[in-house]
């Protein structure tokens, strides 16, 4: 009864082809890629998806190193229950976005890719549904020649992924979502800095595509490809026109049918090739966002 053969899935179809949108899995810091540690458990298995690819750099770059987080057990224990009960109002959970109470414990490392934003030698890293405290910790001893932040923002009842609230542009300029901005505790470290905060532009959507679970903020899920271009979802004529404004040279690009599938651009994209150094963005280290 037990010598069947145990097989683990690879969300691969013989054709090749992914079968569900795996996404946010994937971190790069210098030459390492690391495999995130999800929190939300039907994603457990997603990393295998980019095993290929992985094993595909790892055979061709000598100084490739690929890397895994300590993988979470996901026990009713990393959970609070009942968190998402639907008689809770949404002025409630805004509350708790205040007070940083969410559904994930401090049992355990848990952290999304897309909440771990990179700027030189500092990490900044969204507290939320998706990524905890510990998590934070836990990098702060992984990368010791690196600064780790902790930010959050009041006025997502969701907070789940930094990349449709907080998106640096080029050095110095970042947009913030208007209806999520970053406390004025936080903002100290930018501004000590000369980093200046902008509001995003409103999206040019009343209401997300069908089958999209994500919010109409998309519009500011850019791809930076460098300091002066930027792409964005070709129907989000508010936010590139914005961006123009900025003075990034502004490519558009159809991918609103594709929201269903995982998100805008940034979530369906990770950088694995990079060119420069690491610079120091942040000399002046103040403010309490330091972990």
């Known amino acids: ?18 079968q569900m949108p795996p996404r946010d899995i994937l971190l790069t810091i210098g030459n390492e890629i690391m495999s995130s540690a999800n929190a939300f458990r039907c994603r457990y298995f997603e990393y295998l998806a ?6 595909e750099y790892f055979e061709a770059d000598p100084e490739f190193k690929w890397s895994q987080a ?11 229950h009942n968190y998402y009960d639907e008689k809770i109002s949404l002025e409630e959970r805004l509350v708790r976005t205040a007070n940083k109470d969410f559904v994930t414990t401090e049992v355990e490392p848990m952290w999304d890719a897309a909440d771990v934003m990179r700027m030189g030698k500092d990490l900044f890293i ?44 080029r050095p110095g300029l970042i947009i913030n979502n208007p209806h999520r901005p970053l406390p004025v505790e936080q903002r100290e470290i930018f501004e000590a800095n000369d980093w200046q905060i902008v509001e995003a532009a409103k999206p040019a959507h009343d209401n997300p595509p069908p089958l999209c679970y994500s919010s109409v903020w998309l519009s500011m899920n850019c791809l930076v490809v460098d300091h002066k271009t930027v792409i964005v ?4 004529v508010y936010q590139a026109e914005q ?32 060119e420069g150094g690491c610079e120091d963005y942040f000399p002046n280290q103040v403010g309490g966002t330091r972990v």
């Open 1 to 18: 009864q037990w010598n069947q053969e145990i097989k683990t899935p690879d969300f691969r179809t013989e054709s090749g082809m992914t």
């Open 50 to 55: 980019y095993w290929p690819l992985m094993n």
């Open 70 to 80: 300590p993988r979470p057990r996901l026990t009713d224990k990393s959970f609070k």
């Open 126 to 169: 969204q507290h939320g549904l998706t990524t905890n405290r510990k998590a934070m910790e836990w990098f702060k001893r992984y990368y010791p020649d690196l600064r780790v932040h902790s930010l959050n923002f009041p006025g997502d009842p969701y907070p789940i992924h930094i990349d449709a609230t907080f998106v640096p542009l």
């Open 233 to 236: 979802e070709e129907s989000e």
């Open 243 to 274: 961006m123009d404004k900025l003075g990034m040279n502004v490519i558009p690009v159809p991918l609103r049918d594709a929201y269903a599938f995982g998100g805008g651009l940034h979530c369906a994209t990770a950088d694995v090739y990079r």
